[in-house]
C-alpha cells in the first residue's frame, strides 16, 4: 500500500512506478482529484489508457477496484442494488412453513441487509481495509441521460436511499473515475462536479517510451518503426485510428512472429491485430500500407 500523493511530482512518480507513463496535465488532474475528492472525468479516444488510470491507481494505493461498466439500459438494479428475490421467496417459505403469520415480521427479515445485493455504486460507499475504493465507471456515454441524472445525485452527496432500509452514507467518499470516449456529449451538470481532462494520444517519445516498457523483447529498430507507422496510421481518415493498447498489441503479436523490423508481408497479414473495422484494414492494406512503411523507413534512415 501506498500513501496517497502529496504533489503533482509524487503523483507522475508512483504512476511511472507501476509502468503508467503520463504526461504533468493528467498527472495534474489526478492529483488535485485525490486531494480535493472530487470524480475526475477521462475524455479522449478509445485505447489512449483512460481505463487504465483506475487500475494502477488502485494497484498502487492497495485500494479495492470497482468497475461500472456502462451500457445502454443500464439501470439502479444492475448499478446500485437490488434485492435476493429468490433467497426472499425461501424465506417467505420457511416462515410460513414454521406458523409464523406475522406480515410485519417477515417483512422485515427479508428486507435485511442480509438479502441486499450491493452492486459497484453502493459497494463504493464502504470502506476498506486501506482506505475508501476506487470507482471507475467506464464508458460513462454508452448509458442514457436518466441514469447519468441518477449518477449525479450520487456523486453529489456520496450516499444512496434504499426505501426499506434508510440512507446509505459514505464515511470517506470513493475516489471515482469517469471515463467517455464521447459518442455522445455528457451533461454540463454532472462535468461541473468533475475535474475533467483530454486524453490525448501520447507523443512519439512517450509511445516509445510505453513500448519499451510494455514489450521489452521487441528490437529497438522494430519499436521505432511501429510508433512512426501509428502515428502516420493516426493521421489517415479511419473510422477506428489504432490507439495505445493496439500498439502494444502489434508489437507484442510481431515479436511473436520474430519481426526485427517491419516488413509488407507481416503488416499486412497483421492489420487485424491494429485495426478494428473490416473499412480501415481494406483502406490500408496493399498499396497504401507499403506506403506508409517506405515513408516511416525512409525517416527514420534520414535521422540515422
Not at 114 to 140: C, H, S, T, W, Y
Amino acid at each position: 500500500m501506498v500513501n496517497l500523493p502529496n504533489n503533482v511530482d509524487e503523483t507522475v512518480r508512483i504512476l511511472k512506478d507501476a509502468d503508467y507513463l503520463t504526461d504533468r496535465s493528467l498527472a495534474t488532474a489526478l492529483y488535485l482529484s485525490i486531494s480535493l475528492k472530487r470524480p475526475l472525468f477521462l475524455e479522449g479516444e478509445a485505447g489512449v489508457g483512460k481505463t487504465e488510470v483506475a487500475k494502477v491507481l488502485a494497484q498502487i494505493l492497495g485500494r479495492k477496484l470497482l468497475r461500472l461498466q456502462c451500457y445502454e439500459g443500464l439501470d439502479v438494479t444492475t448499478a446500485v442494488y437490488e434485492w435476493n428475490y429468490s433467497r426472499q421467496m425461501i424465506e417467505i417459505r420457511m416462515a410460513e412453513a414454521g406458523g409464523d403469520k406475522d406480515k410485519k415480521n417477515i417483512e422485515k427479515q427479508i428486507f435485511s441487509k442480509e438479502f441486499l445485493i450491493k452492486r459497484p455504486l453502493l459497494q463504493a460507499l464502504e470502506m476498506g481495509e486501506n482506505g475508501a475504493p476506487v470507482l471507475l465507471i467506464d464508458e460513462l456515454d454508452r448509458t442514457d441521460e436518466p441514469f447519468e441524472a441518477f449518477l449525479l445525485e450520487i456523486l453529489s452527496d456520496y450516499q444512496v436511499t434504499i426505501p426499506e432500509l434508510g440512507t446509505i452514507s459514505a464515511v470517506e467518499p470513493p475516489i471515482v473515475i469517469i471515463t467517455s470516449n464521447r459518442t455522445r456529449e455528457i451533461h454540463d451538470a454532472l462535468k461541473r462536479r468533475c475535474f475533467y481532462h483530454w486524453v490525448e494520444y501520447p507523443g512519439a517519445d512517450r509511445e516509445l517510451e510505453i513500448l519499451k516498457i510494455k514489450v521489452p523483447n521487441a528490437e529497438d529498430v522494430l519499436s521505432r518503426e511501429i510508433v512512426n507507422f501509428i502515428k502516420k496510421l493516426r493521421n489517415v481518415d479511419l473510422f477506428k485510428p489504432p490507439g495505445i493498447a493496439e500498439s502494444i498489441d502489434w508489437a507484442n503479436a510481431l515479436v511473436q512472429l520474430d519481426c526485427s523490423s517491419l516488413e509488407s508481408d507481416p503488416v499486412n497479414n497483421t492489420l487485424g491485430t491494429l485495426l478494428k473495422y473490416q473499412d480501415d484494414i481494406e483502406k490500408i492494406y496493399g498499396s497504401e500500407a507499403f506506403r506508409i512503411l517506405n515513408e516511416v523507413k525512409t525517416e527514420l534512415a534520414i535521422e540515422g
